[in-house]
């Protein structure tokens, strides 16, 4: 096997959506992938849409509970070698509700899994990257356009959003001697299940015409291409989001 064949790379929320997308991008491109997620089912449908399935490596997890990260990064060190990405993906919107009204439970729920298990992933991965030989790797942090211009009713989502470039900017700073980097990719109206959660619950989306979405497979290319550079080259941050939609200058 190649240098090229043996890149590795784990991407979390594999089972669906953006996940699901970057995971079959990265293997088609010739990485070996850990898909990890809540949902066995849905990530065995991943890996059966692979170009090839024997790269998928399947770890259920759920990433807002530390025990269950550590073990998944534990048994990936004893498989692999090294690790050469960690896409930090899975997120959830959670349901809306004005900043005043939001219960307790819903933003540790939401914080758990967007904000606390984005950390337990990349303090895994970038130890791992730190330690192996040849040192350096990539954290590609899945964000939103919500950490620059929110929406009405999602604060907790905003604000875990908000928390993922301190996440990015951190690792770049002490990561950098080991040549491990981070990218920010900010995503808006990409087409997913939790856009569709999202119109449920703004009233932004509320308008006569829906807004313009645009396929996840573009995420999937620009975080591919960004994960294939080498450990000598970074990406700070990127924007991604359809052409049309009410972003740039949005009230």
Known sequence: MSDRERRTAVVTGAGSGIGRAITLSLIAD???????????????????????????LILEADISEY??????????????????VLVNNAGVFGAGAPLHEVPKQAWDDLMSVNTNGAFWCAQQAVGFMRR?????????????????KPRPNSVAYAVSKHA?????N???LEGRADLVSATQVDIGNASTSMVDIAAQTSPAYHQDQPEAMFDVKHVA???????SLPT????????????????????
């Not at 040849?134 to 954290?139: L, T």
């Not at 290319?221 to 994960?227: E, F, G, K, L, M």
């Not at 990406?235 to 009230?251: E, K, L």
């Open 164 to 168: 993922m470039i301190g996440l990015s």
């Open 132 to 148: 192996q030989s040849p040192a350096g790797g990539r954290v590609i942090n899945i964000g939103s356009v919500s950490a620059h």
């Open 232 to 251: 000598d080259v970074s990406v700070s941050d990127i924007t991604i989001f359809a052409t049309q939609m009410p972003y740039v200058g949005r009230g």
């Open 170 to 172: 951190a690792i770049c």
């Open 67 to 84: 025990a269950q990260v550590a073990a998944a990064f534990a048994e990936i060190r004893g498989i692999w070698q090294r690790l050469d």
């Open 221 to 227: 290319t620009v975080v591919t291409t960004i994960a």
């Open 30 to 56: 010739g990485y070996l992938v850990a898909a990890i997620g809540r949902r066995a089912k849905k990530l065995h449908e991943t890996r059966d849409l692979a170009a090839d399935p024997t790269r998928v």
